[in-house]
């Protein structure tokens, strides 16, 4: 499984694409962090997020995008770039047909320490191991959007998962559940798969418990 986890921000976005194996290895492909001046006017801002984002999905084509959810914090301005930002991918992965599902930090955090209060060092620290890193990758906007993406992975159900049974669905009548007519790509099958085979290794794990 090709995830690409999004930190959403306006002017620093992480983006990191890691490969997930069904033992739940991890293996990094790429990790960038996008950027945008503050002295530019918010739609050009945007605009260029947004051609990274492009960019990024056309080359490494994931099965499915990770994005931190939005929560208040005292700072608008900092709500207000992270939503926008949070947007603008969302829309970019639905053209794409692409599952989307949102994580909060605590759930990250959880997933990849064990600790749903773990501080971003701690993170960044368990996110080199995972992958076989060297060094946490930098800034902390590149370990989080790898966090998330690991994390989505080994998750199993969610949002994203019921947006692929939903097109699985429309496949077996004939059509996405979008309505294009077109069958599922290989890539959203083998995200199917995969959900499929976690939920029956699952139900097989609760049973001998």
Partial sequence: MRVLGIDPGLTRCGVGVV???PDRSARLVDVVVL????????????????????????????NAVA????FARSDVSTIMGTAQ????????????V?????????EVKAAITGYGRADKKQVG???ARILGLEAVPKPADAADAL??????????????????????????????????????TPAQRAWLAAERA?????????VRE
Avoid at 42 to 56: F, K, V
Avoid at 151 to 171: E, I, K, L, Y
């Fill in 19 to 21: 490969d997930v194996a």
């Fill in 35 to 62: 950027r945008s001046p503050a002295d530019l006017a918010t739609p050009a801002r945007l605009e260029r997020i947004a051609d990274g984002l492009e960019a990024i999905m056309e080359e490494h084509r994931p």
């Fill in 67 to 70: 994005l931190e959810r939005v």
């Fill in 85 to 96: 930002i949070s947007g603008v991918a969302m829309l970019i992965a639905s053209r794409r």
């Fill in 98 to 106: 692409l599952p989307v599902a949102l994580h909060t930090p605590s």
């Fill in 125 to 127: 620290a368990m996110v």
């Fill in 147 to 184: 966090a998330l993406a690991i994390c989505h992975a080994w998750r199993t159900g969610g949002a994203a998962g019921a947006a692929v049974a939903d097109a699985a669905a429309g496949s077996a009548r004939g059509s996405r559940s979008d309505g294009s007519g077109a069958p599922l």
């Fill in 198 to 206: 976690a939920t029956v290794s699952g139900a097989a794990r609760r």
